[in-house]
């Protein structure tokens, strides 16, 4: 990743893509009531970073799971480096 | 799209220091995944993707299977009996001599924990490490266990008028224990342990995830009179620069390029590279995992200044080795 992308990663702000605990259990009750299947990951920062650089690893991580997943599939961060992430998948009856 | 694939590669991608600029951020992904078919509760949903974290092993990644909570209650156990442990003092040093390259004379031994419960069965690392890493009681067991080196060390000393250079095995989570230093230079003192005799062995990913703070408590065991030998080296990123910056005396080849060093070029070029370039920055290289004569000569070739293995000697316990190597 070139040095002014990550820069640029990391002036973002992405709080807006993070969930409430609440919203976090609305999203995975509204995937069982219209059938979607989904994938739950339970996503840890491991390294034992300064707070400086745990924030940077933060927004790096999400700028990626942003890029990978979309927009639409938010996340749900418990604490420092802790996050959990609904992947939704195809409705039920669609599935192979 | 392939999830497991997706992630597979997110974890990959940073494996590659990400670089900014002030600095380079290493980050260190663990994934657990959990897939819902059925409509289980939110609580077992979460608790089966923690389990999936939690047993995240190869490439720091895991899908839930069942057989995770078999696995969990056994752990649990086996958490249960450590403390035990623990406290009955069944933590024992095991110790594997190594030899002068060139002379093959003993110069010194690696100390290993082993766990030796009552009835006399000995545990393998693998099956306790983890757990106690994972609830950070190694802190506590290693402490002990270093308390119980010096010990040793000293009556050697004592006794048979023999300075045994030892080395010991720090866990990353203990070098980042605040107490670490004040506890080991309280343990020093009290065994009058002088300097330049004893290292420690720290992991490469340790320093590498932690640069200034590695830096620091690297320092403050130098200060001490501790050596510093950083253990599996190759598998990880450790640049020049980390090795600059770091006061390491030795470094320790990772057994990994040993195994192969006889059948795979590459990992002979990576080996006298390691050699080569430790020479020119004054630290010595131990070559770890010789199991037969040709690896011995091969390395002896490169160039490597120390040699431990099964070839020359394996893991064996004090009593044993104060008959081969004290009296």
């Known amino acids: 990743m070139k040095q002014t992308m990550v820069e640029s990663i990391l002036a973002n702000d992405y709080k807006k893509y993070f969930l409430s605990k609440i ?26 970073f300064s707070t400086k650089n745990f924030e940077k690893a933060e927004s790096l991580l ?35 | 799209m392939d999830v497991r694939l997706e992630l597979n590669n997110l974890i990959n991608f940073f494996k590659v220091p990400v670089r ?4 380079y951020i290493f980050i260190n992904l663990k994934i657990g995944l959990v897939f819902s ?35 969990y209650y056994v752990d649990l156990k086996i958490e249960e009996l450590l403390y035990e442990a623990y406290a009955q003092n069944e933590f024992e040093p095991f110790f594997q001599a190594y030899v002068n390259t060139d002379t093959q004379e003993f110069i010194g031994a690696e100390v290993l924990m082993r766990w030796i419960k009552s009835d006399e069965k000995i545990i393998p690392p693998n099956m306790f490490i ?11 067991v290693e402490l002990k266990f270093i308390r119980k080196i010096f010990d040793i060390y000293k009556s050697w000393q004592n006794t048979y008028s023999k300075n045994i250079p030892l080395s010991i095995n720090v866990s990353a989570v203990q070098l980042s224990n605040d107490k670490f230093i004040s506890e080991i230079e309280k343990i020093a003192k009290e065994f009058e342990i002088e300097k330049g005799v004893l290292t420690f062995e720290i992991t490469e990913s340790y320093v590498i995830d932690n640069i200034e703070e590695a830096a620091k408590t690297l320092n403050k065991l130098k200060e001490l009179g501790f050596n510093i030998s950083l253990d599996d080296f190759g598998t990880g990123y450790a640049t020049l620069t980390h090795l600059k910056s770091l006061p390491i005396d030795v470094l320790k080849i990772d057994m990994t390029f040993i195994k192969s060093i006889l059948t795979d070029k590459k990992s002979e070029i990576i080996v006298k590279h390691i050699i080569d370039m430790a020479h020119k920055m004054d630290l010595k290289t131990i070559c770890e995992g010789v199991e037969t004569e040709e690896q011995y000569i091969k390395l002896k070739e490169l160039g490597s200044d120390i040699i431990q293995g099964f070839y020359f000697a394996k893991p064996i316990p004090k009593k044993e080795f104060e008959e081969i190597y004290i009296y």
């Open chain 2, 130 to 140: 983890p757990i106690l890493e994972k609830n950070k009681f190694i802190i506590e």
């Open chain 2, 37 to 71: 078919g059925l409509k289980e509760s939110i609580e077992k949903l979460v608790l089966r993707s923690r389990l999936a974290l939690l047993y995240a092993k190869e490439n720091n990644f895991s899908v839930y299977h069942k057989n995770m909570y078999k696995r």
């Open chain 1, 23 to 48: 919203e976090f259990e609305r999203d995975i009750i509204s995937c069982y009531n219209s059938e979607y299947s989904f994938f739950l990951m339970n996503i840890e920062i491991s390294n034992s």
């Open chain 1, 62 to 96: 999400t700028y990626k799971l942003i890029e990978l997943f979309g927009e639409n599939n938010r996340i749900y961060k418990t604490q420092q480096g802790r996050y959990k992430f609904v992947l939704k998948k195809k409705k039920l009856w669609m599935l192979d």
């Open chain 2, 20 to 23: 900014a600029k002030d600095g």
